[in-house]
């Protein structure tokens, strides 16, 4: 079993920066990827980012390219997304997600955090 934690998050105004966070614990030796989602009210949930756990590999929705980025501290198994010039259109429930090696997609989920950008 893994488990995600996520924290960060919030309300910021359009063009400013936030950061969310998402701890894992557990059987973190069985990952493969994490990932980032969102879900916005009235819409599917959708891709943002994701990162291998090992060989550090990442790739972003053509949506945050160039405005998201993602980190992790090792030490902490703990990964980070930093987005900066949010735009009100980034308002979501943010999900960090975990996919081990014995599976074909994202098989272990955070709780989401609410990120709300104003205009």
């Known amino acids: 079993q893994v488990q995600l934690v996520e924290s960060g998050g919030g309300l910021v105004q359009a063009g400013g920066s936030l950061r969310v966070s998402c701890t894992a614990s557990?059987?973190?030796?069985?990952?493969?990827?994490m990932g980032w989602f969102r879900q916005a009210p009235g819409k599917e949930r959708e891709f943002v980012a994701q990162?291998?756990?090992?060989?550090?590999?990442?790739n972003y929705a053509d949506s945050v390219k160039g405005r998201f980025t993602i980190s992790r501290d090792n030490a902490k198994n703990t990964d980070y997304l930093q987005m900066n010039r949010l735009k009100p259109e980034d308002t979501a429930v943010y999900y960090c997600?975990?996919?081990?090696?014995?599976?074909?997609?994202?098989?272990?989920w955070g709780q989401g955090t609410q990120v709300t950008v104003s205009s």
């Open positions: 990162a291998t756990w090992n060989a550090w590999s990442t």
């Open positions: 997600a975990a996919r081990t090696t014995s599976s074909s997609e994202y098989n272990y």
């Open positions: 557990g059987r973190t030796f069985s990952i493969y990827l």
